[in-house]
T-cell receptor, first 112, second 112 residues
Framework: DTEVTQTPKHLVMGMTNKKSLKCEQH?????MYWYKQKAKKPPELMFV???????INESVPSRFSPECPNSSLLNLHLHALQPEDSALYLC???????????FGSGTRLTVV | DQQVKQNSPSLSVQEGRISILNCDYT??????FLWYKKYPAEGPTFLIS?????DKNEDGRFTVFLNKSAKHLSLHIVPSQPGDSAVYFC???????????FGKGITLSVRP
């Protein structure tokens, strides 16, 4: 298995909703990432997990809450989002001490 | 401050000819560079990479050249095919399992 799987592919949520994005990989990668990509912009890093521990938080607002329950799963919990948070959310993984990043197909999030 | 720059937003080439996509960077700490191909509503797909200790890496139709003194890299696609039409992102890293900094991307159109 050489893929990063993200679910759901599309999500529409209201500003008062709570939802979660899920990411899964079975490549044995011990580093996992969340990126955010707005339309016609490059992906921007949000969080990095190394060995299931948060190692980088790029000053992301607390309405985004990451969680890494085990070495194969990465979640992004969403609460009280704003319409400007609408974007493509990308998950990626890589082996430790390696540049071999693999990206998922992303979740297209729309906040209404 | 944009640390990875792709100054041309688009490029159009004839099928069978060479496509040259350029990328410049400003951060001297970057030691690894990657090129990704992206279709709309999908995650980036890894194409080819190069370490800062090399000046060239080749994989089939794709070759990446790195000029460290000029802080410039380029992706050559030969011969170009219509299926190569997509957005191409240049990305750089200053350490394994660190953040990838992306350029804005360039839209390549290969005309039949």
């Amino acid at each position: 298995d050489t893929e990063v799987t993200q679910t759901p592919k599309h999500l529409v949520m209201g500003m008062t909703n709570k939802k979660s994005l899920k990411c899964e990989q079975h490549m044995g990668h011990r580093a996992m990432y969340w990126y955010k990509q707005k339309a016609k912009k490059p992906p921007e890093l949000m969080f990095v997990y190394s060995y299931e521990k948060l190692s980088i938080n790029e000053s992301v607002p607390s309405r985004f809450s990451p969680e890494c329950p085990n070495s194969s799963l990465l979640n992004l919990h969403l609460h009280a989002l704003q319409p400007e948070d609408s974007a493509l959310y990308l998950c990626a993984s890589s082996p430790m001490d390696s540049y071999g990043y693999t990206f998922g197909s992303g979740t297209r999030l729309t906040v209404v | 401050d944009q640390q990875v720059k792709q100054n041309s937003p688009s490029l159009s080439v004839q099928e069978g000819r060479i496509s040259i996509l350029n990328c410049d960077y400003t951060n001297s700490m970057f030691d690894y560079f990657l090129w990704y191909k992206k279709y709309p509503a999908e995650g980036p797909t890894f194409l080819i990479s190069i370490s800062s200790i090399k000046d060239k890496n080749e994989d089939g139709r794709f070759t990446v050249f790195l000029n460290k003194s000029a802080k410039h890299l380029s992706l050559h696609i030969v011969p170009s095919q219509p299926g190569d039409s997509a957005v191409y992102f240049c990305a750089a890293s200053d350490g394994a399992n660190s953040k990838l900094t992306f350029g804005k991307g360039i839209t390549l159109s290969v005309r039949p």
